[in-house]
């Protein structure tokens, strides 16, 4: 069953590469502390399906969380826009659609929680410790320092934090999410993990 859910998370739409998402379902995996795996932002469901298969092998449930409208950069005009994902009724992209067709077609559906919603009205509502927190959503500065204040201190002792798109390098990408890891390093309550192209982790050492 596992290697079913890894193979259809490859095969799945989306943009992390399949080295960051093997890393993502190790991490998810190595975790031993209890609690849900929760990823900010999920797109189509390609990294849902990395942590699903790390859910299935340790007794857990992901939760997925998501608007399914798009980010910036998904936006009509912009450079990751895909016209076929706007619902004509409404004139707005939505993902949820697609979302759910990945989950389903891979019989995931019994370890992936999705709640639709931003993840700032989500996050006050939100008690249980997390074992691992995945970091994907917007990745303007704005909205990836929302992301880290809303979710981050939910994050359990011992559990990790994973965030992705992080390049050091402007050159290489956006800046926001590299700021949301050098802040939570910076804070003294997260030791570093070996990580994977652009993909950091974090180990949350004290409260």
Request: hydrophobic share 45%; no cysteine.
């Given at each position: 069953?596992?290697?079913?859910?890894?193979?259809?998370?490859?095969?799945?739409?989306?943009?992390?590469?399949?080295?960051?998402?093997?890393?993502?379902y190790e991490a998810a995996r190595a975790v031993t502390v209890p609690?849900?795996?929760?990823?900010?932002g999920s797109w189509l469901g390609k990294s849902a399906l990395y942590?699903?298969?790390?859910?299935?092998?340790?007794?857990?449930?992901?939760?997925?969380?998501?608007?399914?409208?798009?980010?910036?950069?998904?936006?009509?005009?912009?450079?990751?826009?895909?016209?076929?994902?706007?619902?004509?009724?409404?004139?707005?992209?939505?993902?949820?659609?697609?979302?759910?067709?990945?989950?389903?077609?891979?019989?995931?559906?019994?370890?992936?929680?999705?709640?639709?919603?931003?993840?700032?009205?989500?996050?006050?509502?939100?008690?249980?410790?997390?074992?691992?927190?995945?970091?994907?959503?917007?990745?303007?500065?704005?909205?990836?320092?929302?992301?880290?204040?809303?979710?981050?201190?939910?994050v359990a002792v011992g559990g990790t934090l994973a965030v992705h798109?992080?390049?050091?390098?402007?050159?290489?990408?956006?800046?926001?999410?590299?700021?949301?890891?050098?802040?939570?390093?910076?804070?003294?309550?997260?030791?570093?993990?070996?990580?994977?192209?652009?993909?950091?982790?974090?180990?949350?050492?004290?409260?």
């Amino acid at each position: 069953m596992t290697a079913d859910l890894l193979a259809a998370a490859a095969a799945a739409p989306g943009f992390m590469p399949p080295e960051e998402g093997r890393a993502l379902y190790e991490a998810a995996r190595a975790v031993t502390v209890p609690g849900p795996l929760l990823e900010i932002g999920s797109w189509l469901g390609k990294s849902a399906l990395y942590l699903a298969a790390a859910a299935r092998e340790t007794h857990r449930q992901v939760v997925t969380v998501d608007h399914h409208r798009g980010s910036e950069e998904h936006q009509p005009g912009w450079e990751y826009h895909q016209a076929e994902l706007v619902d004509p009724l409404v004139g707005r992209i939505d993902t949820l659609p697609g979302f759910r067709r990945t989950i389903a077609h891979a019989g995931a559906e019994d370890v992936v929680v999705a709640v639709v919603t931003r993840s700032e009205l989500l996050a006050p509502l939100w008690s249980t410790p997390l074992a691992l927190l995945f970091l994907d959503g917007s990745h303007t500065e704005e909205s990836a320092r929302r992301d880290q204040d809303a979710w981050v201190a939910k994050v359990a002792v011992g559990g990790t934090l994973a965030v992705h798109d992080v390049f050091p390098d402007p050159a290489d990408g956006g800046q926001a999410p590299f700021g949301v890891y050098s802040r939570v390093l910076a804070s003294g309550q997260f030791t570093e993990l070996p990580g994977t192209g652009s993909l950091r982790l974090l180990r949350r050492t004290s409260a």
